[in-house]
């Protein structure tokens, strides 16, 4: 996982383009499964895991939200090779390198979305670092459009190492760095990062527009990388890792769940919350949006809510425009009775455009 090296132009391409041949965008697809983690560099709550890379404030493209603005992009810096096993240590890169901390498992279909700027190559090497298997895994995209910003999805299930060796990612597996390098005289600009499981078959939702915070409880600690008030526990079988389950409140010692989102998150005129939830007792549950320094609320009561078992909402929170911008910094999740609340899955976002006639 650490740099090593120096680099050359001609050893760079050599191992862009060496053993496994160009990799081709896919589509982005619909709602995802899940968000691992995304990273649009418009707070500065994650800086400290911009492992590469300059914030910058011109050349930007236009914004992806309907009501918010498009403030920051990351500039590639000079680095080395991250990959000290199979890299070449003599080469030099350009680079934009993100760590998603806590190093999230991967589902079956690992999709990774971003949007670019390129100025004197037209090749663009993505690699992403594997805590369980202890290598850097790649793929490489050729022949792509310079000088103006583009969107692109890859697959990173056909990323492998340097001799092509490797296999694919494989479900559970857990990644760190996301890393993008070109050569060491181009210039990239990188935006809205988005490491993500692949939308269902028959998921009919659109892609968010804009990511504000996604929560799940598979790796980290509660209090470090989840601070709140809530125990992390394991899934009973057959589901897996690990979910949020609700403590007693302070005041009344009802059930509650008080995520932290680790800063401010700015709200857009039309907001989603989606979660999955698991309910131990016929209880109202009640989800309110919070700015815990101003006092503002925008809370919700879920009607109809399943019992016994596993279900998902996905709670809509308008914003009217003359309160814009608006920010959050917890969630709180609250029984009105007794009870057990589990909560995995977590995602807070502004719905994209959905497809079809207008």
């Known amino acids: 996982m650490n740099a090593t090296g120096a680099f050359a132009l001609g050893a760079f391409c050599a191992v862009m383009v060496g053993a496994a041949p160009a990799a081709k965008p896919v589509a982005q697809g619909g709602m995802p499964v899940r968000v691992h983690v995304f990273e649009d560099y418009e707070t500065r709550i994650e800086a400290r895991w911009w492992l590469r890379g300059t914030p910058v404030a011109t050349n930007l493209p236009p914004s ?28 030099q890169y350009r680079a934009v390198v993100f760590n998603p901390v806590p190093g999230p498992p991967m589902g079956p279909r690992t999709r990774l979305s971003f949007r670019y700027w390129l100025k004197g190559t037209s090749t663009l090497r993505v690699q992403i670092y594997s805590l369980t298997r202890n290598y850097h895994r790649r793929l490489t995209l050729e022949n792509l459009p310079q ?57 009919t939702g659109p892609f968010p527009r ?55 998150r700015a709200l857009a005129a039309d907001n989603e919350l989606f979660f999955r939830y698991h309910l131990a007792a016929d209880a109202r549950l009640t989800v309110h949006l919070v700015n815990s320094k101003t ?56 719905p994209g455009k959905a497809s079809g006639p207008p």
């Open 64 to 91: 992806l939200s309907a009501s918010l603005p498009n403030t920051r992009a990351c500039l590639a810096a000079p680095s080395k090779d991250f990959d000290d096993k199979m890299g070449n240590a003599t080469a």
């Open 147 to 203: 000088l103006r910003w583009q969107e692109a999805t890859v697959d990173m299930t056909q990323a492998r190492r340097p001799d092509g060796s490797g296999g694919p990612l494989s479900e559970d597996e857990r990644i760190d760095d996301i890393q993008f390098y070109i050569s060491p005289e181009a210039e990239l600009m990188i935006d809205d990062i988005v490491l993500y499981e692949a939308a269902a078959e028959n998921e």
């Open 210 to 264: 804009h990511m504000g915070f996604t929560g799940w409880f598979d790796t980290g600690q509660q209090g470090a990388e989840w601070p709140g008030h809530f125990d992390i526990v394991l899934h009973e079988k057959p589901r897996t890792w690990d979910a949020a389950q609700s403590v007693a409140h302070p005041k009344d010692g009802l059930p509650w769940i008080r995520l932290n989102l680790r800063g401010e």
């Open 295 to 350: 006092g503002r609320e925008h809370g919700v009561r879920i009607a109809n809510t399943a019992v016994g078992a596993w279900d998902d909402v996905t709670i809509p929170y308008p914003v009217p425009r003359g309160l814009l911008p608006d920010r959050v910094d917890e969630i709180h999740l609250r029984l009105d009775r007794k009870g057990k609340l589990l909560i995995d899955d977590l995602l807070l976002y502004e």
